[in-house]
């Protein structure tokens, strides 16, 4: 009878702890379920901007191109050690949610164009007026008491300097002043990797970046080195990286009829460590050779005065990396010397870590100090 009951108790026992597994592996599958991978810690996902590093609640629109965008960041990020951006891409956010200006900030330079409307006020005594004139279809202006004149292709400036003198002929003791009143809308047709390709509806001052903003900004595969503004049947090349660094000319206004074309990024490197903007490059579109000093400019230079270590690691045919070592303003290494290529990352820290004329005391003290060393 005893042993009956033992069996009996140890059989309701097995089967007990088998229930309470089944539910565990449930509950852990469930779980599972709802809770998202991540490939990098929370941190890092959020630095790359990855799915899943918003507060809760947040929700996270990317296109198919900006997740493939991010797999260019989180493979050099991996090869750094660091998280690592695409240079440039974030002035096209930044813009997006700025507030535009307000109308009224035309210069004298402005081109003008059918649909824009000038205001012409003429002092003087018997011919006084006020007015507000359009550009017609035919790119005259024609202001009360004096004869046609051609405003479309002429800038704000031009134009104005033409009516004062035909209030001079005309008007004897009159005087003019003449200013922009409405700006004309055009269509720019923008294509290629960028987020809303199509037509979009710019101001009449508008330039290739503010089409490209419109246009949802260049997405993480596009070019920054090679954008195509297609005028007239011929196209020119913009290097927007000119624009990020302040160069004039880098961003050219924009015509009735233009076209914006972006072509897919092109090589890109990186440099990482203790410089003072690390991030992903392009490299230039007009396939000039680019050194290590100037991908150093571009990151801003080390963060640290004096001379810096630098290893450059190489992509070999085969696929491996290779990597090389020289120091800040040594030419006649291979990284000072040899232009850089797809997939090449510069590694930079300072060439040592000391101090002189110093002594340090740590360990197991109740106050560690660093203190200046008597001669």
């Not at 096209?92 to 210069?107: D, K």
């Not at 074309?261 to 440099?271: D, N, R, Y």
């Amino acid at each position: 009878m005893l042993a009956a009951t033992r069996r009996f108790t140890v059989r309701m026992t097995i089967q007990a702890l088998a229930l309470l597994c089944l539910i565990g592996i449930a509950e852990g599958a469930d779980k599972r379920r709802h809770t998202p991978e991540k490939m990098l810690p929370d941190d890092s996902q959020q630095a790359l901007g990855l799915p899943g590093s918003g507060k809760p609640g947040d929700v996270i629109v990317e296109s198919d191109h900006s997740r493939q965008g991010n797999a260019l960041e989180i493979a050099f990020s991996r090869r750094a050690g660091q998280s690592m951006r695409l240079y440039g891409y974030d002035a096209f956010a930044a813009a997006a949610h700025a507030t535009p200006p307000a109308f009224g900030t035309a210069q004298s330079d402005y081109l003008l164009g059918p649909g824009d409307e000038v205001r012409v006020t003429i002092h003087g005594g018997k011919h006084d007026s006020n007015r507000r004139y359009t550009v017609n279809s035919n790119g005259d202006v024609i202001v009360d008491q004096l004869r046609p004149l051609t405003a479309a292709g002429l800038t704000l400036g031009d134009l104005r300097r033409q009516i004062e003198r035909e209030v001079e002929i005309t008007l004897s003791g009159h005087e003019a002043f003449v200013s922009l009143d409405g700006m004309r809308r055009m269509g720019i047709l923008v294509t290629g990797a960028v987020a809303r390709p199509g037509r979009h509806e710019v101001a009449g001052s508008a330039t290739v970046f503010d089409a490209l903003v419109a246009a949802g900004g260049v997405d993480k595969l596009g070019s920054l080195r090679d954008i195509r503004l297609v005028r007239a049947g011929s196209a020119s090349s913009i290097d927007f990286y000119g624009l990020l660094q302040g160069n004039d000319g880098a961003d050219p206004a924009l015509r009735d009829g233009d076209r914006i074309v972006v072509p897919p990024i092109g090589p890109t490197i990186a440099v990482a460590g203790q410089v003072k903007r690390p991030a992903i490059f392009e490299l230039p579109a007009d396939g000039h050779p680019f050194r290590r000093e100037s991908a150093l400019a571009l990151a801003g230079g080390p963060v640290l005065p004096g001379p810096a270590r630098i290893v450059l690691f190489t992509i070999s045919d085969e696929g491996a990396e290779k990597p090389v070592e020289s120091d800040a303003g040594d030419g006649a290494t291979i990284a000072g010397g040899w232009a850089l290529a797809d997939g090449d990352l510069l590694l930079v820290s300072p060439a040592h870590d000391m101090r002189v004329g110093s002594v340090a005391i740590a360990g197991h003290i109740r106050h560690p100090v660093l203190a200046p060393c008597p001669r």
